[in-house]
């Protein structure tokens, strides 16, 4: 009987090839052109190495800022936290760098909060402002967020079902292949 | 009859003397050495220049910021302008720098102000905000500016019984010498 | 009868059914990573596009500086353009930095051309200098330089086997997955 | 009896009065302006404090770049040794800027040195090339520099002259002005 084979379907089963054979860069370039699959656990190490512009960009392929409440704070979060590791290494450029080019754009949101994210900027440490006076570093930070952005992923319906894999056993596109 | 001559008075003598030779770096320096003297159409060149260093760093041998109320009105307008005039020029680099190191010290006297002089660095255009929607170029600045600082020059005890020069007749130093 | 399938066999079905899906980033990833196919339209593209390090980053898949004449011969060119173009741009900082880092590697093999390629640096143009003295501009100078470099890999035994891809029929994949 | 005071002799006593008086800018602006006196103890001290472009800027008064060979080794070896602390201080940027801007101007005197002090920016230490070998650090090479400069300037017939100031008694000025 012949297989109803979907793209889908053979994309995750190439996945599973490239990943068995380890062509980790293609995996998830994959997984983003094909946005069939978030990968959690690739998302939480990008976060984990402080690699925020890669993070955005992976996200990009399953949903944008505007998408909804979940994006939008998902986004905020990144770019806050990129900020505030520019202002916790005093390369103010780059700080107001990321203010203008990728806070600004939440300034309608909340313009209150924008505010107080731009006076940051005028402070030796960001550590002086209250709710901040708890930031430890980069790494302890990092950890923080990615809990708190891993909920919001899973709570989004954009990203929710992509999140599984399905249960094939090994080699699986190579044993289809081999059985005709 | 002998003179009774004075060091203030010698040194007014050498002024003149050094003003005739034309030896005008020498002038502004003895002038700013000695304070005696506060050369008014000096500090004006130097504010129609953009020269804001250079001024500080006369008006310093005459006052300090923290002198009286003019004083820090006059070092606060002129730190004020040189900052508009970095975040005009794009000079985002220049102008957290001016931010952090020439205006933080007037915080405390004015805390909204200077959060509101923060905000500027977020604008790509300073004249979006309210009372600096008038504010035309640098050149026109800096004459309405320097018209106020005289204001507040000639009504600074500090400075403003030094801003006459005894009415010598020309060539006087050389005068007195020869006459003996 | 099954099919005696090989790894390499399985990439290029793979890479014909990325290529159709318009995966385009995730075929040269694959084309990298497996690196059973040197894609020398891309490498093209990239050279024209002035995308010198991306298209170092995918020769390395191939091939390195080392192992053998063309390949050392293709990297250094590749790298003396982007020299070039910096000098051109009056960008004295990157193209400092790409002489110490990218072209001092080569200055065991010629001595003297490397000692003429700094030399460089100090002139305003360096079409002062004779043999660089027909140099119009980037755009030319990267086509007259691709047009050589695929010669130079086409002569490169650690390429040129690389440079077909095999005869399939549309949907090579999807139609053997269908024939079970 | 009248004195036959001349201009000279009067900044002479002038700068005796400012000297006496601690108005130390004053009489090194008044030595450059007037070009009567040589100041060698604070040439020396420019150059002991690195300060190169001022002491340059204090010879400019009395000679310049092509005046004599005397005055053009002077030059010469100041920026060279600008150069070289920058490049030990691996500040590439502003190392090839006096390349290019200070050394450049002289590379119709001699060719060959120029292009081998260019070399120098390839090198990751420029005490590899062979006679820069037993350069310590800046303070020594200023120091050795120095006394060399000062060779040079005794020599140097634009100088030797204005070397000497005169044997005054002290206050000599307000004691002339006294006599009256």
Known sequence: MALKLQKKELIFLILQFL???KYTDTVHKLERESAVFFNMPYFEEMMHMGQFDEAQHYLLAFTNLKANNYSRKIFFEIRKQKYLEALDKH?????LEILKKDLKVFAS???SLFK???QLLALNDFREMAPLSTYKDAETARKLLTVELKKL???NPLIREKLSFPDFEPSRLLE???KR
Do not use: F, S
């Open 19 to 21: 990943h068995e054979k």
């Open 91 to 95: 390369d103010d450029v780059k700080a």
């Open 109 to 111: 949101d909340n313009e």
């Open 116 to 118: 107080e994210m731009t």
């Open 153 to 155: 992923l899973r709570a």
């Open 176 to 178: 289809l292949l081999k």
